[in-house]
């Protein structure tokens, strides 16, 4: 894993990692794409329900919870994976927040103040390299490097946990991960 940072007073800071790992990338495609089970996967999401979804386009709301003394984060996010190409083993997810359905009231959650990124996962000699890309802003009343540590270790947890589920995935399927 290799973890980049972009830091500037004028935009977002903005985070990405690379990976490479010894899976197919449909596979990591479907643990992302398939919001309904998030929770189950992606640390620290609470709640992902999905409000709306198309083909190419869903709309979830997600509750992340945190343990104190940050308060739990909520939002909408809009996600896209048009410019996916099965074909090629090309597949991107993009998200942005939205404002196109309500937060729920009174539960707590801070909304975050920005949001955004993708996942571009590419077919590579014995399995996949992705790139994953996040621009985030906490909202609420979080000192930067709080949120830029908290962000750091997130990364890692998350890198981990989707080898994990991929690993876990391939031995049960039986596969080598490359479909």
């Known amino acids: 894993m290799r973890l980049y940072q972009r830091t500037s007073t004028d935009t977002p800071p903005e985070v990405a990692v690379r990976v490479r790992w010894q899976a197919s990338p449909q596979a990591l495609y479907r643990l992302i794409w ?3 089970h998030f929770a189950d996967v992606i640390p620290n ?4 329900l999905v409000l709306e979804r198309t083909r190419h386009r869903v709309w979830v709301y997600q509750r992340l919870n945190y343990p104190a003394p940050v308060r739990d984060r909520h939002y909408v996010l809009e996600s896209t994976d048009r410019p996916s190409d099965p074909a090629t083993g090309h597949y991107r997810v993009e998200w942005r927040l939205s404002e196109r359905f309500e ?7 801070v909304p975050v103040a920005a949001f955004s990124g993708c996942w571009d996962i590419l077919r590579s000699r014995g399995g996949l390299e992705a790139v994953y890309r996040i621009t985030l802003v906490p909202g ?7 949120a830029r540590h ?7 947890e998350l890198m981990a946990a989707l080898k994990a589920k991929l690993a876990a995935s391939s ?7 490359n479909d």
């Open 171 to 177: 031995a049960t399927s039986g596969s080598d991960g």
């Open 103 to 109: 937060l729920p009231a009174n539960n707590g959650a």
């Open 45 to 48: 999401v609470e709640r992902s």
């Open 140 to 146: 609420g009343l979080v000192p930067e490097w709080v």
């Open 34 to 36: 398939e919001y309904e």
């Open 150 to 156: 908290a962000v750091h270790t997130y990364l890692i």
